[in-house]
């Protein structure tokens, strides 16, 4: 069992990582080793302390050369599922399963709600993980939301599973081509069904029968990541030790609440760190 899983590999989990790392935690850093794709498309940066104006892709490639200074390595796994346990907590991640004694949610901002009714047919045929549930739909209809380009090997792999996949691409310039893939250009914004979920209903108003739908984003919503986790609107609520109502489980950068900027999420998980550091030490 690790001291402490860190989600997000942005500046707020980055922080909180080197911070764990210099107090001698065991760490499991879930996240994209690429680092924030925010803070690599901001064109220019003039208030971080000490490096006057820089791009967001110069001081990104500074984010992961620390790391890799501090030899930190992150898990390239999407967490779906975190449950509360008697020593800490467990984390689904590609189907696979995690423990720690603490965790820091630093997830970046992230839609509170999804789709609508996409909360609740998670599990009835709502996934966020293609490689646990894609062999569910073999031979079956279904639609896929890829939020990001770093998802589309995934979209590939329920291809060939699938009959028929209607894809809905979160980004310009998909390069998901497939006879049995149609891309569509009309968001989903609605989740509906029985029992399980059967379809979704488009922007345009379109209706589209499907046995299931993919969810695949860089971050599932806090409320459905972390059950019983307290959210004020697109928010994790949390207090000046950046700690959420759970105990244990701490939280910072932009998935706490504006203002959204790389000094205040880097502040906020050395903060973080500091209030894990201490919770450990009252739990020996």
């Not at 989600?7 to 850093?29: C, D, V």
């Not at 609508?116 to 569910?136: I, M, N, W």
């Not at 699938?162 to 998901?176: E, T, W």
Request: a negative charge; aromatic letters at 8%; hydrophobic letters at 40%.
């Amino acid at each position: 069992m690790y001291d402490a899983a860190v989600i997000g590999t942005g500046p707020a989990g980055l922080s909180a990582a080197l911070n764990l790392k210099l107090h001698n935690k065991s760490i499991l850093w879930f996240g994209a080793p690429s680092g924030s794709d925010k803070v690599e498309k901001s064109e220019k940066i003039a208030n971080y302390p000490g490096l006057g104006l820089v791009s967001g892709a110069e001081l990104n490639r500074k984010f992961r050369e620390h790391a890799a200074a501090m030899e930190l390595e992150s898990v390239d796994k999407m967490v779906t599922l975190i449950a509360q346990t008697d020593e800490g907590f467990s984390l689904l991640a590609d189907n696979e399963m995690y423990e720690a004694k603490t965790l820091l949610l630093a997830t970046g901002a992230v839609t509170a709600k999804g789709f609508e009714g996409e909360a609740e047919y998670l599990g009835r045929g709502v996934s966020y993980c293609a490689t646990c549930d894609g062999f569910l739909y073999r031979g079956k209809t279904i639609a896929v939301f890829c939020g990001a380009p770093r998802f589309e090997h995934e979209v590939e792999y329920l291809a060939e599973l699938a009959a028929k996949v209607y894809l809905f691409a979160g980004y310009r310039g998909c390069a998901v081509s497939r006879e049995n893939v149609e891309v569509l250009p009309s968001p989903i914004v609605k989740v509906s069904g029985g029992l399980k979920m059967n379809a979704v209903t488009l922007r345009d108003g379109t209706e589209l029968p499907v046995d299931g739908l993919f969810c695949l984003r860089s971050a599932v919503a806090p409320a459905s990541l972390v059950p019983g986790l307290a959210i004020d609107g697109p928010h994790i609520t949390v207090d000046r030790e950046m700690k959420t109502n759970i105990p244990g489980c701490f939280a910072a950068g932009d998935c706490v609440g504006r203002p959204y900027q790389i000094a205040k999420a880097v502040g906020e998980g050395n903060i973080a760190a500091h209030s894990m550091v201490e919770y450990l030490a009252e739990k020996k």
